[in-house]
C-alpha cells in the first residue's frame, strides 16, 4: 500500500465513530429516556408559561414584529424546545428532532433581535 493510501486509512481508522463507546451521559439517557424526556418536556412548557408572562418592558413600546417577537418569541422557543423533547422521547427520526431544536434556535435569534432593536 502506498503511504497517501496508508495514511487515509488511518485517518479513516481514527475517526471511525462506530468503534468508539458513547459516553457515560450517553448511555444513561438511552437507559432513562422516557423519564428525562418527560422531565425535559415538563420544564420546558413551564419556562414557556413563565415567558408568556415575564414580558419585556421595550414590548410595550414597539410595534409589528418586533412587539410580537418580544412578547411571544421567548415562550415559542421554548415551546419548540418541548417539542423537541417529546420527539426525542417517542424515537422519532432525527431529522425531526433536528428540525425542531433549529426552529427554536431561530426562535430565540428573533427574540434577541428584536431584544436588540
Do not use: Q
Amino acid at each position: 500500500m502506498d503511504a497517501p493510501r496508508a495514511a487515509l486509512c488511518w485517518a479513516e481508522g481514527v475517526t471511525d465513530s462506530s468503534r468508539t463507546r458513547p459516553s457515560r451521559v450517553t448511555r444513561w439517557l438511552e437507559r432513562n429516556r422516557r423519564p428525562a424526556g418527560l422531565a425535559a418536556i415538563a420544564i420546558a412548557l413551564g419556562l414557556a408559561a413563565l415567558w408568556l408572562v415575564v414580558v419585556p418592558e421595550k414590548a410595550s413600546s414597539t410595534t409589528g414584529i418586533v412587539s410580537w417577537m418580544l412578547r411571544f418569541g421567548h415562550s415559542l422557543c421554548w415551546l419548540l424546545l418541548a417539542a423537541t423533547a417529546a420527539l426525542w422521547t417517542a424515537r422519532a427520526p432525527r431529522r425531526a428532532v433536528d428540525v425542531t431544536a433549529w426552529a427554536a434556535l431561530a426562535a430565540y435569534a428573533g427574540f434577541l433581535l428584536a431584544l436588540g432593536l
